[in-house]
């Protein structure tokens, strides 16, 4: 046991690698946290946070040619921008495939320090039991191997640590949490949280859940209500590695930390059953080189963990490391989103909001709950989105200056109410990834192949919620201007989930009921590969709690002398 380097290594530094390593540290393990990305320190390294548009050499609005040479696909992230680019990845460096007769798949990813804890949407909900019974109750995957009890304490422990901002509520279907303050709803928000409680006594409207700080917490400062979380936050106003979990791991001094490190495979001994370390590839110079440790946690994200073990074969592994069910890989998920309805709200122009307010609204999933009151599909969905006054973004690119100019910017123009659909995604064992057999990076390993599609039940649900989203809005006195019901391309959620799932048997599942590999008695995977089930919430949060949920059994089972 003392030859090995570390207790523990913990692949990807993001947001759950950022709490496995504060996790294992405070436990009294010696770490090893591996970033493939460049390293960014918290208050130095986000050099565009507050650069005003004018000292940009394109005004904010970016290089539309280098944009679509290099960034074809990271440019449609919703935060990416002339501020943002340096935090998500060039697309011509890390490429990836997509499957004859599959749909376009959006793999939008952050390289980096922090990972995407720096560019997240922030959006904190716990997962009910109706999202953990869900594969048991219809069929659909494989039954969950936990229920909301396993879980519950970790996610107080995780919203108590981060930060949420919410309001309770006492919806069975999105549980209460340990909260912050809540921000408040506008004026024309709470006109329509009136007219549809008061109209459909089955929804609810109420604030966002976010990981945006309402009061000072441990050095960190309240949220400036700027709305540009994604440029990085000097204040440490949101939850990200870099304000949060890494100096807790830090304080410990059992943190080592290695940026600009690719792992290219877990090394396995067959002879003990166990993982015994990783080979790594220095991201500027091709070197290569091993680390050793008692224990692996995979944390690089959904699609590169899955990504990895795949890439990890042995002769007791020859399809993916812990693979013995044939699983790794498939059952991929994403929320089926559609801007379901765009209405404009009369009687308000003569009132407005002041500041950005970094979160929205919600309304929670009331299709499908306790029966089955939508029978052409299953599951269910959530809306997301807000109310805001038109014409300022417009605004700000005006000619002119001083008092006057300030004074016709504000001028009232019409309301406008926004509900934005994430619909589940059933886990599908044809949505999968796999290595291409004809591709390679610029290191030597294959890349990822993708093969995903919409499937009729997420349509379906769309449809339903378009439908229901035009009634509500129609009650609120809205005059619906656009609605959708095709979904946008897998990934455009960022919500991808799934391709190591978690379930009770080992021939339908490669982790067990703790995130560990049931073929690999030292080796955990906590971040999005582990769900069985995508629910319609955002799922961050209860990666988080999975986590720790995790890093506390694995740390019992050193201690035991089990592994």
Known sequence: MSNYEFDAIVVGSGITGGWA????????????????????????????????????????????????????????????DEWTQGHFINDIDNPYSTAAGSEAFLWLRSYQLGGRSLTWGRQTYRWSDYDFEANKRDGHGTDWPIRYADLAPWYDHVEEFIGVSGSVECIAALPDGRFQPPMALNIVEQHVKSAIEGNFPDRRLIIGRTANLTQEKEGRATCQNRNICARGCSYGAYFSTQSSTLPAAQATGRLTLVTDTIVEAVEHDPATGKATGVLVVDANTGARRRHTARLIFLNAGAFNSTHLLLRSRSAAFPNGLANSSGVLGTHIMDHANAVSAVAIIPGFDQHTTYGNRPTGIVIPRFRNLDRNDAPRFTRGYSYQGGAFQGGWTGGKRMPGVGADFKARLRTPQAWRMVLVTYAESLPLASNRLTLDPNRKDKHGMPVLQIAF??????????????????????????????????????????????????????KTSVLDRFSRAHDVPNLFVTDGAQMSSSACQNPSLTYMALTARACHHAVSLLKQGSI
């Open 453 to 506: 599609q919409h499937g009729e039940n997420e349509r379906t649900a769309l449809a339903d919620a378009a439908a229901e989203a035009k009634a509500m809005l129609t009650a609120a006195g809205g005059q619906v201007v656009i609605s959708i019901t095709e979904p946008g391309l897998g990934g455009s959620s960022i919500h991808e989930m799934g391709g190591a799932r978690m379930g009770w048997d080992p």
């Open 21 to 80: 390593a504060k996790e294992l540290t405070e436990a009294g393990l010696k770490v090893l946290l591996i970033e493939r990305g460049r390293q960014i320190t918290h208050g130095q390294d986000y050099a565009t946070e507050t650069t005003p548009p004018w000292e940009l050499p394109f005004h904010g609005a970016g290089d539309a040619a280098l944009y679509d040479e290099k960034y074809p696909v990271q440019r449609r992230n919703r935060a990416f």
